[in-house]
């Protein structure tokens, strides 16, 4: 019950890396409030309502200020308080700046930069009031090393960690921490478009052993054990940090 009392908000919750975050966090003992645009949001919340654990949806525009303000206003209504926030939502348009829209290239800004940034300004202030607090952002590999025809979305990964950098030194002195997951190839349907570049999930399979060191994919739950021990006084002095979760990918 490492987060016994604590109250979390996670983002992009409705399934993969986000459900299992919400769901190793309830287990820990916090309250959790799931965020998602998704139309199975409420099914989610639901599933971890059934295994007994104290958790809420709230249908979320996570690039929206407006949808964002009503989010925490929603989680201090329901539990006084916001402890945590797993700032997970994000997507991934595969394209070269040539193949890419303007359009595209806004809204993965949007989803996966912007959404960090009024997430948490939003719930600064109420971490303050209450002693303190952890921001965990969702990074990726590619925070770190590019690949073809991802133009926008490793641009917006690389913005995350030094976004993560900013916000620690900002806030350190409020005894907030903000650290930065950053998983390799994890396997879940956020990657479908990906794999579809290069014949589909079946042919990424077949060349694992040539991007994870360590010869299989990564499960939601891996970085989700991770995202609980940032959120957890365990790693009281890990802040500003991205932590590489990527099977050894970046290691070659």
Known sequence: MRLKDKVAIVTGAARGIGYQIAKRYAEEGAKVVLA????????????????????EFFHTDVAANESVVALVAFTLEKYGRVDILANNAAINIPGSIMELSEEIWDKTYAVNVKS???LSRAVVPIMEQ??????????????YIAEPRLAA????????LMLTKAMALDFAKLNIRVNCICPGWVDTTFN???CDLFGGRDEI????????????????????NVAVFLASDESSAITGTGILVDGGLTAK
């Open 36 to 55: 998602d645009l998704a139309e199975n949001g409420p099914e989610a919340a639901e599933s971890l309502k059934t295994l007994g654990h104290d958790v």
């Open 116 to 118: 960090q940034f009024l």
């Open 130 to 143: 209450h002693g303190g607090g952890s921001i965990v952002n969702m990074g990726s590999a590619n925070s």
């Open 153 to 160: 979305y490793v641009s917006s990964k690389g913005a995350i």
């Open 192 to 194: 479908d478009a990906h």
């Open 205 to 224: 399979l077949k060349m694992i052993d040539d991007i994870h060191p360590i010869g299989r994919t990564i499960q939601p739950v891996e970085i989700a």
